[in-house]
T-cell receptor, first 116, second 114 residues
Framework: NAGVTQTPKFQVLKTGQSMTLQCAQD?????MYWYRQDPGMGLRLIYY???????DKGEVPNGYNVSRLNKREFSLRLESAAPSQTSVYFC????FGRGAATGELFFGEGSRLTVL | AQSVAQPEDQVNVAEGNPLTVKCTYS??????LFWYVQYPNRGLQFLLK??????LVKGSYGFEAEFNKSQTSFHLKKPSALVSDSALYFC????????????FGKGTKLSVKP
């Protein structure tokens, strides 16, 4: 039972490089999310997708793009990485929107990104 | 706007003693409240949630939380702490405007000493 799977787990980039974080869930959830976690700041929402084909900005979307490839997959792209994007990134999914308005989020194990 | 506050950066407890991790919230409408735990280098794991009903909610690993509407609090509790409970704990509230998004507190590090 994989749940939410993120790749890669670790990545080091140079300023200006691009990369994509991949996320897939096998729980047939409608909603998917990307958060970043920084020390002392909790988790902050970058983007979310309420359903296949829709995406919306969260609290800190600048410098990121997302794609909801299908119901299972939700990718996060950094087009031109900056040191301020050094963080731990978490993908999550939820059954919200399928009669489960109070559904909790299920998280992946995280992707640790360092931008030099 | 919905928000949660965790007033303590760190809580230290001796093994076997009761523990409390505090959380207060600010919401418009009915609060949907959650607690998550994060062990080092891992993702967040769901512990429990309050949606409606009994003010005392029981969750995983022997944890429970008490919803107090008058004090706008949702404190996490456990009667007898274990060393293995040492982790980072997050309180969260559902964002009424977004599609199921949660707004997280800054987290409280729980340290349980033998």
């Amino acid at each position: 039972n994989a749940g939410v799977t993120q790749t890669p787990k670790f990545q080091v980039l140079k300023t200006g490089q691009s990369m994509t974080l991949q996320c897939a869930q096998d729980m047939n959830h409608n909603s998917m999310y990307w958060y970043r976690q920084d020390p002392g700041m909790g988790l902050r929402l970058i983007y979310y997708s309420a359903s296949e084909g829709t995406t919306d900005k969260g609290e800190v979307p600048n410098g990121y793009n997302v794609s909801r490839l299908n119901k299972r997959e939700f990718s996060l792209r950094l087009e031109s990485a900056a040191p301020s994007q050094t963080s731990v990134y978490f993908c999550a999914s939820s059954g919200f929107g399928r009669g489960a308005a109070t559904g909790e989020l299920f998280f992946g194990e995280g992707s640790r990104l360092t931008v030099l | 706007a919905q928000s949660v506050a965790q007033p303590e950066d760190q809580v230290n407890v001796a093994e076997g003693n009761p523990l409390t991790v505090k959380c207060t919230y600010s919401v418009s409408g009915n609060p949907y409240l959650f607690w998550y735990v994060q062990y080092p280098n891992r993702g967040l794991q769901f512990l429990l949630k309050y949606i409606t009903g009994d003010n005392l909610v029981k969750g995983s690993y022997g944890f429970e939380a008490e919803f107090n509407k008058s004090q706008t609090s949702f404190h996490l509790k456990k009667p007898s702490a274990l060393v293995s409970d040492s982790a980072l704990y997050f309180c969260a509230v559902r964002d009424g405007g977004s599609q199921g998004n949660l707004i997280f507190g800054k987290g409280t590090k729980l340290s349980v000493k033998p």
